[in-house]
């Protein structure tokens, strides 16, 4: 989140980066000096670290499924900052999904942060269209072709690991992101239109959201 708070703060802005530890982290004593140094070269940039957190057992083999799970247990330590501040906007990563939640308690208006590009945010919007259609595994259903609105059509077993098993947790949680995110106020997509023209029509014009959710702007 540096690089798009750079873009923020230069704009006037002053620039809040939440941090949050994972469990296994040694936290300030790793980042604070490079942390420390970009509010130095910044000084409308600050940062909060939030409280480290215990997590329950995760059962799922991909790394993905912590990130989203810190998240969700941080929650509670994000809204008691929050409500502390006069924040404005909330930009969130799209691994902080569960943020939605707070921002819309506090009447915040929250944007999502996607850092890969229009195609990948096109797949993940779709994704609870996909889920609705078949009940097999993306793993087990070999060069059968996969279709989204505003992307090529590709194998089935070339799609992202955390969602090739629909009975892992990490499935399940892709799943949900989706909703949060086409009830953000907006998504802020690593790319520009004329890179991936298709793919950014395609989402702007409510192709890839699944019926009765809105397509937020992007």
Do not use: W
Request: aromatic letters at 8%; charged letters at 15%.
């Amino acid at each position: 989140m540096i690089e798009p708070g750079k873009i923020i703060a230069a704009r006037g802005l002053a620039v809040t980066i939440v941090v949050i530890d994972l469990p296994h982290n040694t936290g300030a004593s790793a980042t604070g000096p490079f942390l420390a140094g970009v509010s130095a070269a910044n000084p409308t940039i600050s940062f909060h670290r939030l409280p480290q957190v215990e997590l329950p057992p995760v059962k799922s083999n991909h790394p993905e499924t912590l990130t989203l799970e810190v998240a969700r247990v941080s929650n509670p330590h994000l809204r008691d900052f929050l409500a502390t501040t006069s924040s404005a906007v909330l930009v969130a990563d799209f691994f902080c999904n569960v943020a939605r939640g707070v921002a819309s308690e506090l009447g915040i208006p929250i944007y999502f942060f996607f850092t890969s590009g229009a195609e990948v945010l096109a797949l993940y919007l779709h994704l609870p269209v996909l889920h609705a259609q078949t009940t097999a595994n993306f793993q087990d259903m070999g060069d059968e072709l996969v279709h989204v609105p505003g992307i090529p059509s590709f194998p089935a077993t070339d799609s992202m690991r955390p969602i090739m098993d629909r009975d892992d947790v990490a499935y399940t949680k892709f799943v949900s992101v989706c909703s949060d995110l086409c009830l953000s106020q907006g998504i802020l997509v690593n790319t520009f239109r004329s890179l991936e023209p298709r793919a950014v029509e395609t989402i702007a014009a409510g192709l890839c959201s699944p019926f009765g959710l809105p397509t937020p702007p992007v």
